[in-house]
């Protein structure tokens, strides 16, 4: 398993504004995906995250929107950029579990973002 | 690309109720999980159940990957089952998880 702890738990911010989001997992993993969940929604995958490499954006993702960084293999930020009420949602940090045969994935417990 | 519905939307219980979500998906999956989403936000994973049945508890989980669908058996339902239950499943060699829409369970006293 992992445990994965996610700064800040919530937070509201102003438009126009940037916020970034610190992801600490308590082993050291080879990748770390960003996801988002809008209101009521189910689960988007924003990034993948690998250590000493470019990120991995999904479609409809951009960079400049959302850059992240991956300094070590147990650490990943992710900063929500210029934002708008539209980006108002819960982002997750997750990473597969580790071990023989483990294909489980693991989430963060959230941070839930409100765009005045 | 894919398609997966998880069926029903919602679902009301009463305490003590048995219950089966279902997870349908249009072409071959890998590593189909089940998660629960608590009211606070925090999502668990309950199963990684690319085939066969498992148990845990009051909880079990079938996937029948030739007939592409997996099932999630609630028994004997408690208030702390609400929330919302995802399935989540990769395709092909991306590590990309895709989730369904979910199920929202609230179980009442």
């Known amino acids: 398993s992992a445990v994965i702890s996610q700064k800040p738990s919530r937070d509201i911010c102003q438009r126009g504004t940037s916020l970034t989001i610190q992801c600490q997992v308590d082993?050291?993993?080879?990748?770390m995906f960003w996801y988002r969940q809008q209101p009521g929604q189910s689960l988007t995958l924003i990034a993948t995250a690998n250590q000493g490499s470019e990120a991995t954006y999904e479609s409809g993702f951009v960079i400049d929107k959302f850059p992240i960084s991956r300094p070590n293999l147990t650490f990943s930020t992710l900063t929500v950029s210029n934002m708008s009420p539209e980006d108002s949602s819960i982002y997750l940090c997750s990473v597969e579990g580790t071990g023989v045969g483990t294909d489980t994935q693991y989430f963060g417990p959230g941070t839930r973002l409100t765009v005045l | 690309g894919i398609q997966v519905e998880q069926s029903p939307p919602d679902l009301i219980l009463q305490e003590g109720a048995n219950s089966t979500l279902r997870c349908n998906f249009s072409d071959s999956v890998n590593n189909l999980q089940w998660f629960h989403q608590n009211p606070w936000g925090q999502l668990i994973n309950l199963f990684y159940i690319p085939s066969g049945t498992k148990q845990n508890g009051r909880l079990s989980a079938t996937t029948v990957a030739t007939e592409r669908y997996s099932l999630l058996y609630i028994s004997s339902s408690q208030t702390t089952d609400s929330g919302v239950y995802f399935c989540a499943f990769r395709v092909g060699g991306y590590n990309k998880l895709i989730f369904g829409a979910g199920t929202r369970l609230a179980v009442h006293p």
């Open positions: 082993s050291q993993v080879t990748m």
